[in-house]
Nanobody
Framework: VQLQASGGGLVQTGDSLRLSCTSS????????MGWFRQAPGKEREFVAV?????????YYADAVKGRFTISTHNAKNTMYLQMNSLKPEDTAVYYC??????????????????WGQGTLVTVSS
């Protein structure tokens, strides 16, 4: 079972990026799906979640609300994170994750789901 995140890179302030997350072995629509990030020296934090399992969401962290959009494409078994108006403080490794936890709307713990390997987003000022 694998989650594969991709799409990261080096961009400038104000640019956009779209991250993708696919899975071999898991049907994303059967889970609550989310994006998290971890900046250097900081704890991993919730970014955005959505659920095709329950039909709920999306929900966003305050820091990204209005700039980031989480979406899914069931036929492609893929989840996306469209990131616009990027800021240097968005620099982090971004992880996709799946969970069946009943509490998911503000994220979940590392031991409560499946995780991808992460993709690095660097925003230069």
């Amino acid at each position: 079972v694998q989650l594969q995140a991709s799409g990261g890179g080096l961009v400038q302030t104000g640019d956009s990026l779209r991250l993708s997350c696919t899975s071999s072995g898991l049907t994303l629509s059967m889970y609550h799906m989310g994006w998290f990030r971890q900046a250097p020296g900081k704890e991993r934090e919730f970014v955005a979640v959505i659920s095709r399992r329950s039909g709920g969401g999306p929900y966003y962290a305050d820091a990204v609300k209005g700039r980031f959009t989480i979406s899914t494409h069931n036929a492609k078994n893929t989840m996306y994170l469209q990131m616009n108006s990027l800021k240097p403080e968005d620099t982090a490794v971004y992880y996709c994750s799946l969970t069946t936890s009943v509490r998911w709307t503000t994220g979940w713990a590392r031991d409560s789901g499946f995780w991808g390997q992460g993709t690095l987003v660097t925003v230069s000022s």
